[in-house]
T-cell receptor, first 112, second 112 residues
């Protein structure tokens, strides 16, 4: 089983719909992140969290919200999806101190 | 304004030759630097890192070089293998922030 699990892996929705992407991890890490990947723009940080009570905005948080339900769970919501939110979304985790991030396999979202 | 740039969107290299991927940044506060590799339909995976107190770090076929005065990071892969064909991202962070900013990515193709 993957250490960082994202659901759903693929989702097609319509403009204006509410969408939630979920992430759970078994690594026991405190830090969790949401990124989106777009061609030519790389990975851009949406939100990140150090623990259940500590949520921080990233580079592109407008139009998104997050919830850290537990140390192991971090969900990303699009309250009213729009077509330019069509992208590949990645969840990542990091342990205390310097070190690498560990990524999930991604959730591909298409907004029509 | 992009803080981290990978100016070559793509790179083709012959098998056995050296691959050099570059990353430029603007913020001198970054002090920890990482490289990630991403295959299609998978999440990014950590490759190698370097802290600002060093100018070189080596791990097998992979070497990362850091030129702080030029705000330039590079990844050398030698010898390149077809299995190295992937998208490579640099990622940068600053001590204590745990906020990782990624570059735009370079697609490497190693030709057999």
């Amino acid at each position: 089983d993957a250490d960082v699990t994202q659901t759903p892996r693929n989702r097609i929705t319509k403009t204006g719909k509410r969408i939630m992407l979920e992430c759970s991890q078994t690594k026991g890490h405190d830090r969790m992140y949401w990124y989106r990947q777009d061609p030519g723009l790389g990975l851009r940080l949406i939100y990140y969290s150090f623990d259940v009570k500590d949520i921080n905005k990233g580079e592109i948080s407008d139009g998104y919200s997050v919830s850290r339900q537990a140390q192991a769970k971090f969900s990303l919501s699009l309250e009213s999806a729009i077509p330019n939110q069509t992208a590949l979304y990645f969840c990542a985790t990091g342990s205390t101190g310097f070190g690498e991030l560990f990524f999930g396999e991604g959730s591909r979202l298409t907004v029509l | 304004d992009q803080q981290v740039k990978q100016n070559s969107p793509s790179l083709s290299v012959q098998e056995g030759r050296i691959s050099i991927l570059n990353c430029d940044y603007t913020n001198s506060m970054f002090d920890y630097f990482l490289w990630y590799k991403k295959y299609p339909a998978e999440g990014p995976t950590f490759l190698i890192s370097i802290s600002s107190i060093k100018d070189k770090n080596e791990d097998g076929r992979f070497t990362v070089f850091l030129n702080k005065s030029a705000k330039h990071l590079s990844l050398h892969i030698v010898p390149s293998q077809p299995g190295d064909s992937a998208v490579y991202f640099c990622a940068l962070t600053t001590s204590g922030t745990y906020k990782y900013i990624f570059g735009t990515g370079t697609r490497l193709k190693v030709l057999a």
